[in-house]
C-alpha cells in the first residue's frame, strides 16, 4: 500500500514537469502539434493535452515553492486526468527526467490527500516508466 501511495504521487510530479515540456514545445513547434489521426487512436488519450489540466499545480509542485496548497483548478484538473486516463501520470513521469524542471517530490507526493483524490493504484516502474 505505501508502495502504491508513493507511486501515483511521485506520477503526479512528473505529470506537471510534462505539461511545462508540452507548453514550451506547443509555442515553439505550433506547426506540428495537432495531429489528424485520433480516429485511429480510440483507446489512448493525448497525454499532453490532458496534463494541462493540471497547470495550477506547478505553483505547488515546483521546487523552491513557498506555495502552501495546490491552487486554482489544480484538482479539479487531477481529478480530470485521473478520471479520463490515469496511465497519462506514469507517461509524464518516464518523461519528466529530460525536462529540466525541479520538482518537489515530497509536496507532489501530497496532491491526492490534499485534493481528496482516491486515486487508483498505479505502478509505473512495472511498466516501465521509470
Not at 511521485?10 to 510534462?18: D, E, Q
Not at 508540452?22 to 493525448?46: L, M, Q, Y
Not at 499545480?57 to 496548497?69: D, R
Request: net charge neutral; charged share 10%; hydrophobic share 40%.
Amino acid at each position: 500500500m505505501v508502495a502504491s501511495n508513493f507511486s501515483l504521487p511521485l506520477t503526479l510530479a512528473a505529470i506537471i514537469s510534462v505539461w511545462v515540456a508540452a507548453d514550451a514545445a506547443h509555442h515553439h513547434h505550433t506547426a506540428s502539434a495537432p495531429s489528424p489521426s485520433s480516429s485511429s487512436s480510440s483507446s489512448s488519450v493525448d497525454c499532453s493535452s490532458l496534463i494541462l489540466n493540471m497547470a495550477d499545480c506547478l505553483s505547488f509542485v515546483s521546487s523552491g515553492s513557498e506555495v502552501s496548497k495546490p491552487e486554482g483548478t489544480c484538482c479539479s484538473g487531477l481529478k480530470t486526468v485521473l478520471k479520463t486516463d490515469a496511465e497519462c501520470l506514469c507517461e509524464a513521469y518516464k518523461s519528466s527526467a529530460s525536462l529540466g524542471v525541479t520538482l518537489n517530490v515530497t509536496k507532489a507526493m501530497t496532491l491526492p490527500a490534499l485534493c481528496k483524490v482516491s486515486a487508483p493504484t498505479t505502478n509505473c516502474a512495472s511498466k516501465g516508466h521509470v
